[in-house]
């Protein structure tokens, strides 16, 4: 995938990088293991970042704004967001 930058991007890249965007980060701080909340995403920077990805990637993520915990989608780690959107992307 063209990360926009004319080369291509893994989609472990891309969804770093949006993460990185809507926490205000640079990318090499958004690692796979990092819990979202310790990155400093509140809910709102959390909605950005589901639709980001949707839009990115074309996929729908099953995510209830209203009540986050409860999303079948992990958004426990940036890796378990990386999977799921690598999930997403298959099913397709």
């Known amino acids: ?3 926009g930058y004319g080369v291509d991007w893994s989609v472990a ?3 770093r990088a949006i993460i990185a965007q809507h926490a205000m980060l640079k990318i090499d701080m958004v690692l796979p293991e990092a819990r979202l909340a310790d990155l400093g995403l509140d809910s709102l ?3 950005e970042t589901i639709f980001g990805l949707e839009e990115a990637f074309d ?3 099953p995510f209830n704004a209203n009540d986050p915990a ?3 989608f992990d958004l426990s780690t940036v890796g378990t967001m990386i999977a799921g959107v690598e999930a997403l992307i298959a099913a397709r």
């Open 45 to 47: 920077m959390l909605v």
């Open 70 to 72: 409860q999303s079948q």
């Open 13 to 15: 890249e891309r969804v």
């Open 59 to 61: 996929i729908a993520v």
């Open 1 to 3: 995938m063209d990360g």
